[in-house]
């Protein structure tokens, strides 16, 4: 599977495609993408919508694809542009960088490179997503003010793990990771996240994804097990290839009993896309915590060989 469609909504506000000259309605977050055969450069096509959109109202954008070839070479030349820029957008809050499809370009042939100018460029920035991981670098992550962290990617590497979790991110309540699948630079096995499970990184954090893994059973268990799902109020497992063996080890968690923890804050489950059995599946029904067990999936088989598809890896 594959991301197929751009996002409609980002920072709790419409998207739409900029088009110059073309202003949208009020509350528009306008997504700046190149086309394909665009002889435009991203820096003058950033510097004529800033042009018309620009200045202090300017709190939310969106970065699309920025040209084929470019975007399996890197991005250093979109991050250079944004952050000389931001004098120009003094009160972004939010940013999507990378929302690309697979028509324009794999999630795992996005590649990066050194993205460390982008978050100290923009400190009222609040939300921050980026889709691809491939060279991906943030350096020393440091930010007083983000408060949601999201990395969407078909292989999530452990050292770009190794980076987040030793962020100072002092007001981040929601931290959103694709871990994607091994053959396009994931992770083989949960030990990479045990600074992240023992539950003491980033002491405002509310909602914890792990998503679109690869070794759904091994995170299910390695969760079910953990400090952290004691300390968030939603654990997010979606978009991945669970099943019964991840499903079973969540049931017989602590935080999900009757007798729960003292302490325990955790009231959803996200499970979504997964390939649990409906036995077992339905036993998350009436349990003290709202689960998400919706878009079960079945295997596919090739050569009497049976795989389960997690939503984006290649």
Known sequence: MAISEHATTFAGRPVQPYEPGSPGPAGTVYRLTMEYDSKESFADRLDRFLGEHGGPGLTALVIGAWGYDDMMQGSGEVVEALASNAGRMPNLAALFFGDITFEECEISWIVHGDVSALLPAFPRLTEFRIRGASNLTFGSIKHPALRSFAVESGGLPAALLDEVFAADLPALGHLELWLGDEGYGGIGNTAPLDPLLAGGLFPKLTYLGLRNSDIGDEVGKAVAAAPVLNRVQVMDLSLGNMGD????????APALGAARPAGCRLRKLDLHHHFMTPAVA?????????????????????DDESYRFITASE
């Open 282 to 302: 339905a036993r998350f029904a009436g349990l003290p915590v709202e689960v998400d067990v919706s878009d079960a999936k079945e295997p596919d088989t090739y």
């Open 245 to 252: 063996e991840g499903g079973q080890a969540l049931l017989a």
